[in-house]
């Protein structure tokens, strides 16, 4: 598998990972910022958008940046300073963790983790401490609501996600997210591998239900309750101002671009085309070129799911609370628990 | 090549690995601090995130273990889901900013003779089932391994506690149920 000609020292590997993580997450969140934020939001409201920072506003995310950069770092009198500006730093830092696991190519991955998938879910559930702790610390009580009730949705929702995946590592028979590529990249449908087996297809309610999980995990719209505007203000980030407001913001489209990195690897085949497309049998045999396919591919199926996850925030009015807990409890954990028990049936019946 | 010495130079002749018990030993420091801040804080959700650090720490130990795995549960179980519910249920009833003057009860002296004595049993526990062992570098565990482990020979053991949460639970909804 190592066929580079130049032996790269460890420091040297060590930082290209670190360069490449931060690519993998800043990338996506600028591109789903301008792209679905600025202008595709625009024109669903028949308007233009951002038009006067270079072409088409495509420099106004940048300028936007320089502005909340220069901004004064103000925590209000009353709030728990230490823990106030450390908290967008947790929420930051759980997304840069969420990257580390996912493969973007037959070598172009960060790391090889043999539980990867339950790494991800794990890493992703600590940002809800970041969270928490923001609405406290500001010492304000619009965002100590936010704050609760973000932790209150976050906790309803991860367990629908958890249970959703499960169907996945059950039919691909492995938590490794390289090997979860793999086993959908090889996999036949009734003995035609044209299009290798996508899980798309054989879990599409565990998709279904992945992705709702994910809207409600980012806290976009129909379930962004704990920063609903018009009775909480902005709820936890309501005192963040300049670049730890910003820190939140792009925490959340950053973790919307990685969560649909990592949902493209569980039920769309992820950086692989069918290997048998290239007469490939297995990850060995894999062409190098895929090293740069790979992201493109990663990238493309990436902005298709966040595509999905705009429109919706777009469209659909705002859940109340108790629908939304209802709608966690009551029917999504039945159906992905009824989910799991028929994945397995089928997977000891073929 | 590079990393071939290097990796010479860290694992020693008998297949110890240093730089594996320099890690062990910075975090160790890190977690006793932690935990000590946790008991003299003077503010409960502080104390509170002391305890998700030496958490944490013990996630990182069981990762330096090569049990992944567990790992990856403490990290899921303790701060995503055990401390999550800790600082929901400080902010829903008492948590002020700042120092806070009546945290410690009357009885607080009575936990050092506790702390001591299980620090004792399990000093005690670890020398005599381990002893002199060297434990040499393994890799990881596979986490195919666990499962086969405890769908296998252990299977009910796994049954009879999943039946302690089934009643925690059930006991649990009828405590919170009004009618």
């Known amino acids: 598998m190592y066929s580079l000609a130049i032996e790269i020292p460890y420091w040297g590997q060590s930082l290209l990972r670190v360069l490449g993580g931060l690519v993998a997450v800043l990338l996506p969140a600028g591109t789903i910022v301008y792209v679905f934020l600025f202008k595709m939001m625009s024109f669903m409201q028949s308007r233009l958008g951002p038009m006067e920072a270079g072409p088409y506003g495509s420099l106004q995310l940048i300028a936007e940046v320089g502005k909340w950069l220069q901004k004064e770092d103000i925590a209000p009198e009353k709030a728990d300073v230490r823990i106030f500006k450390m908290a967008p730093i947790i929420v930051l830092l759980s997304t840069f963790l969420l990257v580390v696991v996912v493969p973007f190519g037959p070598d172009a991955y960060f790391t090889d983790f043999s539980v990867g998938i339950f790494y991800a879910l794990a890493v992703g559930s600590v940002s809800v401490i970041g969270i928490l702790v923001a609405g406290w610390a500001s010492a304000n009580k619009y965002s100590l609501l936010g704050g609760l009730r973000a932790a209150g949705q976050l906790i309803a929702y991860e367990l629908p996600m958890v249970l959703a995946v499960v169907g996945v590592v059950i039919q691909a028979g492995s938590m490794n997210l390289q090997d979860i590529v793999v086993a959908q990249n090889t996999g036949q449908i009734f003995g035609w591998g044209g299009l290798g087996n996508p899980y798309v297809i054989t879990q599409f309610v565990g998709f279904v239900i992945f992705m709702i999980a994910v809207q409600a995990e980012l806290t976009q719209a129909p379930f962004d309750m704990p920063i609903a505007e018009s009775e909480l203000v902005s709820g936890y980030m309501t005192e963040y101002s300049g670049f730890r407001f910003l820190m939140f913001f792009i925490g959340e489209f950053a973790t919307a671009g990685v969560f649909a990195f990592i949902a493209s690897v569980l039920f769309l085949g992820g950086w692989g085309v069918p290997f048998g497309w290239f007469g490939w049998e297995s990850l060995d045999q894999v062409s190098n070129w895929m090293n740069i396919g790979g992201p493109l591919i990663m990238f493309t199926k990436m902005m298709v799911l966040t595509f999905i996850i705009m429109w919706v925030r777009f469209s659909y009015p705002r859940f109340r609370e108790d629908q939304l807990q209802r709608f966690a409890w009551k029917v999504l954990i039945p159906v992905s628990l009824a989910n799991i028990v028929v994945t397995a049936i089928l997977k000891v019946a073929f | ?179």
Do not use: C
């Open chain 2, 1 to 179: 090549m590079t990393t071939s010495i290097t990796g010479a130079m860290l694992l020693a002749a008998d297949g110890i690995n240093i730089a594996m018990n320099v890690g062990f030993g910075i975090i160790a420091a890190i977690m006793v601090f932690a935990a000590l801040s946790v008991v003299t804080t003077r503010n409960v959700v502080h104390g509170a995130l002391w305890l998700v650090v030496v958490l944490g720490g013990v996630a990182a130990q069981y990762l330096l273990a090569g049990a992944e795995f567990v790992a990856i549960s403490q990290v899921l179980v303790y701060i995503g889901a055990v401390m999550v519910l800790f600082l929901f249920g400080i902010m829903l009833t008492r948590a002020k900013i700042g120092a806070d003057t009546d945290l410690n009860n009357s009885s607080w002296g009575l936990g050092i003779p506790v702390a001591l004595l299980m620090l004792g049993v399990l000093v005690w526990a670890v020398i005599d089932a381990f002893g002199d062992t060297v434990i040499t570098d393994r890799g990881p565990t596979p986490t195919v391994e666990i499962s086969d482990a405890f769908l296998g020979p252990y299977l009910l053991p796994f049954l009879a506690i999943s039946f302690v949460l089934l009643a925690a639970a059930v006991g649990a909804i009828v405590i919170a149920r009004k009618d």
